[in-house]
């Protein structure tokens, strides 16, 4: 178990716990009240904690280690049926993007997402689940394939931007993700987009328009970084709290803002604290959604994804105010 | 009370009023350093003409050099930014904006304006680099919108000419969503047939490049703009070593396909009205 800085509290009471139950086996005294304190005790903690998180907390567990990534979520709504499929038939496959066919009770879904490495090597491979051009591409590959045989798309956003690597400049970086976000306000079939982690910027936008767009409450989706809106707006690394404050990138910000469709609650104390947990809740999201989803034809769905996105922002017209 | 209420007294100064140059000045090309008068410079479009160096210019120039006469109507001018976020870095959003709208006389980093290019309809949405960065929030956005309404309504073909750093970062959200807002509107021109042609000039770089500026039926630039997703610098501190010579320059950009051609800007009328006409013809 991996504690972060805020969670030192339940750590330590966590270890005397585990100090407790050794001594508890050790003595063979029968210390059940005290466990059974204990453990209401951390589990009391532990609530008082996540109930009043910090935007910059929420950030960083988004990026918790132990938090299921991508192909964890694939696998299980899927029930293990997924099946990978690779390349953008033009310059290569992109680890750092995944996607493929998976039954979900019964229903054939195209499965998309950023996938970030699982230990050192693979975070390498899968460079962090930043996507280069040929990632987007095989994205869109997929999801016009999802469309020609009329199965609904479910994305997994889990990413710290799109690849800012030479070679992603050359093969048009740009290119790739504006012509995902063109080419998936047409797409005749569903589409679900899940943020599971963080969503930074174009990079996650890139599979990120759906008729519905839903958030893991502790995830982030922002124009950038609380780091890097720190080190240019305040030119410098060290108001990344701040940045996160004031960038309102939180689920439920985004949420009161009218910029995603829904909030997906997670176990307490993290989607990394109870894996089985979160993957039931994501399941039944996803058929809940399918379902309404499916009832509409697709002319319905792309006028309302079009909609959807073409009212967000705010402006005033000087004009009408004039006139009031 | 919003912001904009205030604003309204501070504006005065037009654009135009703003970028007259005064007669007897001198323009220095900073790339090679060559003298030439100011109004000779004008009326080459703000092209050195010893060097071929396309001096950076704002929608006042480029819709004079576009359309005839410099007759244009100006759409949804009046529409200015709000501050969703209630957002303050160094300084508070809503005060960066009325300073930057009193100093460029501008509204926002976007103006848009339909007319005849030689005698061809025309809607051009130009991007104001003076305004923070031409950076996109929430009026850029609504601005192409509400133009791609204009042309899909009228049948006319739209231009839209990008010249900024990317996203409006005290937008946040909204400013990413403008990327969203914009490609979906232009999947409606895309499907009406209605030719959208994308000049990307110096610099067009980050969201914008990631979405309206790459989505032309034909994307064009002018000669040596800056044109990416992710800043050199960026770029550079990823791969840990200097970039190769003339990296993410227009030219560049044509050799790797993204690009269907680079035009000067003293050709850039001439050449527009043609491609006009052959899509009409
Ligand atoms: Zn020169």
Request: one cysteine or more.
């Amino acid at each position: 178990m991996i504690y972060l800085d805020f969670e030192k509290p339940i750590q330590e009471l966590t270890e005397e716990l585990e100090k407790l139950k050794s001594v508890a086996e050790k003595s063979k005294v029968d210390m059940s009240k005290s466990i059974a304190e204990l453990e209401a005790k951390i589990h009391e903690k532990r609530v008082e904690i996540f109930s009043n998180l910090t935007a910059w907390q929420k950030v960083q567990l988004s990026r918790h280690p132990e938090r299921p990534y991508t192909l964890a979520y694939i696998d299980a709504v899927s029930n293990s049926s997924f099946i990978e499929l690779h390349g953008d038939r033009t310059v290569g496959d992109d680890k750092a993007m995944v996607g493929g066919f998976g039954d979900v009770d019964g229903q054939t879904v195209m499965f998309i997402g950023q996938q970030k490495g699982i230990n050192t090597k693979m975070r390498q491979i899968r460079r962090f689940g930043m996507a280069n051009p040929e990632g987007y591409r095989k994205a869109l590959r997929l999801m016009k394939m999802a469309e020609k045989f009329n199965k609904p798309i479910v994305t997994f956003i889990d990413t710290p931007g799109a690849y800012p690597g030479l070679e992603a400049e050359e093969r048009g970086q740009g290119e790739a993700i504006a012509r995902n976000l063109l080419e998936m306000t047409q797409l005749k079939v569903p589409v679900i987009c899940i943020i599971i982690g963080e969503g930074a910027s174009g990079g996650a936008l890139g599979i990120g328009i759906g008729d519905k767009v839903l958030m893991l409450e502790n995830t982030w989706y922002s124009v950038i970084s609380p780091e890097s809106c720190s080190s240019i707006l305040w030119r410098s690394w060290s108001f990344k709290e701040t940045a996160a404050e004031a960038l309102k990138l939180t689920s439920a910000d985004m949420s009161n803002n009218g910029l995603i469709d829904g909030i997906i609650k997670e176990p307490l104390g993290g989607a990394h604290n109870n894996h089985a947990e979160i993957f039931a809740t994501v399941k039944s999201e996803i058929l809940k959604q399918l379902e309404v989803l499916k009832k509409q034809t697709p002319d319905q769905r792309i006028t309302a994804r079009i909609d959807k996105f073409s009212a967000m922002g705010v402006v005033h017209d000087l004009e009408e105010e004039e006139n009031k | 009370m919003g912001w904009f209420k205030r604003l309204k007294e501070g504006i005065t100064t037009t654009t135009t009023e703003k970028r007259e140059t005064p007669e007897g000045l001198w323009y220095k090309c900073p790339s090679c350093k060559k003298i030439h008068t100011a109004q000779e410079h004008k009326a080459n479009q703000h092209v050195c003409l010893n060097c071929g160096y396309h001096e950076r210019i704002g929608s006042a120039e480029y819709f004079e050099i576009i359309f005839d006469d410099n007759n244009f109507t100006e759409l949804h001018e009046n529409l200015v930014s709000g501050d969703p976020l209630d957002f303050t870095d160094t300084k508070k959003y809503t005060d960066r904006l009325t300073d930057t709208i009193k100093k460029s006389g501008l509204k926002d980093a976007l103006r848009s304006a339909y007319g005849k290019v030689n005698g061809n309809d025309l809607v051009v949405c130009c991007m104001d680099f003076g305004f923070i960065g031409g950076s996109m929030g929430s009026v850029v956005g609504e601005k192409i919108s509400r133009s791609i309404d204009f042309c899909l309504k009228n049948k006319t073909p739209l231009l839209i000419i990008s010249k900024s750093g990317g996203a409006r970062m005290m937008e946040a959200a909204f400013s990413l969503m403008q990327m969203a807002k914009t490609s979906a509107k232009l999947s409606l021109m895309d499907k009406a047939g209605i030719p959208y042609i994308s000049l990307c000039t110096d610099p067009t770089t980050g969201g914008v490049t990631a979405s309206y500026a790459m989505l032309g039926d034909l994307n064009i630039s002018e000669p040596g703009a800056l044109i990416g997703f992710a800043g050199p610098r960026v770029v550079k501190e990823t791969i840990g070593k200097d970039l190769p010579k003339g990296f993410q320059t227009a030219e560049f950009v044509l050799e790797h396909g993204f690009l269907d051609k680079i035009i000067t800007r003293t050709e850039l009328k001439a050449k527009l009205s043609t491609l006009l006409k052959m899509f009409k013809n």
